[in-house]
T-cell receptor, first 114, second 113 residues
């Protein structure tokens, strides 16, 4: 069965420090992979997506993610975290033709220390 | 600016009441979705629709129904609300041309007393 695992429920980093949020997926075919961010009380906003091609994808707000097929991972990174990055981050996987019927991880909440 | 609008941000209802959650999108998307979000459980798909008057059950359809009479509007109905349906409800839409990218509304926080 398809699944997405975000091993870290809550991460705290200092402002200016680097960030890596982990995402592992279980999927038979080549997946479509997404990272979404949710600020408190808001809906989800797409940060970046991977469909094919270059395995390092750039997103909005200075985020990037790398698709590693051998590790079934799609980790999200940012070189220097800003206080405004405090939010909950969701990894999601879908398949070609799924038209948005995605499977979401349970999310990682990011706190940023001043 | 593209938008998914959920009619109510906050609702408080009593057990047994019928509840309607409305969602409208202005992007001419074919697909619409209702998710439920609970702490520690992430997003769980309730129902989705690929076209007008079509609906498909998601992972947790029990206690819910949906209606899609127009392309832009997708309603979630709780026929008889229960306290375990207290949650955040998120509507989303997508286009078959967009390879699965979802656009979300801001959510409707429902409390059932």
């Amino acid at each position: 069965a398809q699944s997405v695992t975000q091993p870290d429920i809550h991460i705290t980093v200092s402002e200016g420090a680097s960030l890596e949020l982990r995402c592992n997926y279980s999927y038979g075919a080549t997946p479509y992979l997404f990272w979404y961010v949710q600020s408190p009380g808001q809906g989800l906003q797409l940060l970046l997506k991977y469909f094919s091609g270059d395995t390092l994808v750039q997103g909005i707000k200075g985020f990037e993610a790398e698709f590693k097929r051998s590790q079934s991972s799609f980790n999200l990174r940012k070189p220097s975290v800003h206080w405004s990055d405090a939010a909950e981050y969701f990894c999601a996987v879908g398949e070609q033709g799924s038209q948005g019927n995605l499977i979401f991880g349970k999310g990682t909440k990011l706190s940023v220390k001043p | 600016d593209v938008k998914v609008t959920q009619s109510s941000r906050y609702l408080v209802k009593r057990t047994g009441e019928k509840v309607f959650l409305e969602c409208v999108q202005d992007m001419d998307h074919e697909n619409m979705f209702w998710y439920r979000q609970d702490p520690g459980l992430g997003l769980r798909l309730i129902y989705f629709s690929y076209d007008v008057k079509m609906k498909e059950k998601g992972d947790i359809p029990e206690g819910y129904s949906v209606s899609r009479e127009k392309k832009e509007r997708f309603s979630l109905i709780l026929e008889s609300a229960s306290t375990n349906q207290t949650s955040m409800y998120l509507c989303a839409s997508s286009s078959y041309r967009n390879t699965g990218e979802l656009f979300f509304g801001e959510g409707s926080r429902l409390t059932v007393l």
